[in-house]
């Protein structure tokens, strides 16, 4: 099987960037932030979805250009070589910011910004001139609203109640309990598709949604 090295394309000029040694390993971390209510008289806080956290990779690169590479003269200065991956960093002037780079290694393709790069040179020529150096960077995912629209189709929360239909309810009776008023029971017989409201089987589950409440097929407004 052929060796297949990893490679960072810039996307805005298109510019590729190939690594000359693959990592030998590589982490993914992700997190979701988790909002606490304090309730009095519990035992610990209620928890409630905040956001997501960013995706980001880390890995550690080899630069080296003691030995002869392809592109890579012998002894040469390896910072030309750092510099290829540090200046993933710069900004670029058509975007007014660095420039959004696709990393790419076997199955792995992580859209990302290079946040952080840690560079640590290790071997010298006899005059100073570094040869060989540890890349230390951090990849941070990047999203943006169309590509979240793309990926995840959400669906709208519902947020309607519930309630089981009890001996002898009628439907104008369960909206004045839910609502305060027996003649706002349309929105709960269009929201539950009831075409004849005095026809209210004994255990029928029904969703009590919200006000103010639309019929999405008239457009009325119940409020």
């Given at each position: 099987m052929a060796l297949e090295k990893a490679t960072l394309t810039n996307t805005v000029s298109g510019e590729r960037v190939g690594v000359l040694f693959n990592p030998e390993e590589y982490t993914v971390n992700r997190e979701v932030t988790w909002a606490q209510a304090a309730?009095?008289?519990?035992?610990?806080?209620?928890?409630?979805?905040?956001?997501?956290?960013?995706?980001?990779?880390?890995?550690?690169?080899?630069?080296?250009?003691?030995?002869?590479?392809?592109?890579?003269?012998?002894?040469?200065?390896?910072?030309?070589?750092?510099t290829k991956v540090v200046g993933l960093m710069?900004?670029?002037?058509?975007?007014?910011?660095?420039?959004?780079?696709?990393?790419?290694?076997?199955?792995?393709?992580?859209?990302?910004?290079?946040?952080?790069?840690?560079?640590?040179?290790?071997?010298?020529r006899p005059d100073?001139?570094?040869?060989?150096?540890?890349?230390?960077?951090?990849?941070?995912?990047?999203?943006?609203?169309?590509?979240?629209?793309?990926e995840i189709k959400r669906e709208t929360a519902d947020y309607s109640k519930r309630h089981t239909v009890g001996q002898g309810e009628t439907i104008s009776g369960i909206a004045a309990a839910a609502y305060g008023d027996p003649a706002m029971w349309r929105?709960?017989?269009?929201?539950?598709?009831?075409?004849?409201?005095?026809?209210?089987?004994?255990?029928?589950?029904?969703?009590?949604?919200?006000?103010?409440?639309?019929d999405p097929e008239s457009g009325e407004v119940f409020a």
């Open positions: 309730i009095p008289g519990l035992s610990a806080p209620l928890l409630q979805f905040a956001h997501g956290g960013m995706q980001t990779l880390e890995m550690e690169l080899l630069v080296d250009s003691r030995e002869q590479h392809v592109g890579v003269g012998a002894d040469s200065d390896v910072r030309v070589q750092t710069d900004i670029d002037r058509t975007t007014h910011a660095p420039p959004i780079v696709l990393f790419t290694w076997g199955s792995l393709t992580f859209t990302c910004v290079l946040a952080r790069a840690t560079q640590r040179f290790i071997m010298f100073g001139v570094p040869v060989r150096a540890r890349l230390q960077v951090t990849f941070n995912e990047f999203r943006n609203v169309e590509l979240e629209a793309k929105p709960i017989a269009i929201r539950n598709g009831i075409d004849d409201p005095r026809e209210l089987a004994l255990g029928t589950r029904l969703a009590i949604p919200p006000l103010p409440f639309r």
